[in-house]
């Protein structure tokens, strides 16, 4: 199995398991990386459904930033910042031209922070219908990135 199946599956099974999208792009990535520590997934939490429900950024796209900041984060001030940034805006790009948008609002059609949109996710199996393909083809993206600058990396 290839890396990239491997951390869509894994962040497929977390996703669906209960963590919210966020939450299963971040540990999926961090295990996958081995740098898993024991504020992961709670740091992601407050991010899924677009910060808390607000249908802003999609929790999916924000966990694969903060993954691509595991693997490529700096860690003082002193450490390059572009490389880590310029592989958030290819991130974000390639969500945005694959789904049409990167707001969680715009790709569930759904209000969440209402009892009536939340029960119009349930009622139209959005997290199985929609959700699950958000997470899953943003976690190929992260590996995509993290394959392809493996031996910058190393």
Known sequence: MTFKKELSDRAVSLFN?????????????????????????????????????????????????MAVGLAYGRSKPSDDRDRPYGYARELYDRFQKEFGSV??????????????????????????????????RCAEMVAEMVEAAAPERA
């Open 103 to 136: 707001l969680c609002r715009e790709l569930t059609d759904c209000d969440l922070t209402t009892p009536e949109g939340r029960e119009k996710f349930d009622k139209q199996k959005i997290h199985q219908e929609k959700c699950v393909n958000y997470v899953s």
């Open 17 to 65: 398991s209960g963590l919210n999208c966020a939450e299963s792009l971040l540990l999926s990535t961090a295990e996958s990386l081995h740098r898993c520590c024991p504020f992961i997934p709670a740091v992601a939490t407050g991010f899924g459904a677009g910060f808390g429900r607000r249908g802003s950024v999609c929790g999916a796209l924000t966990g694969g930033i």
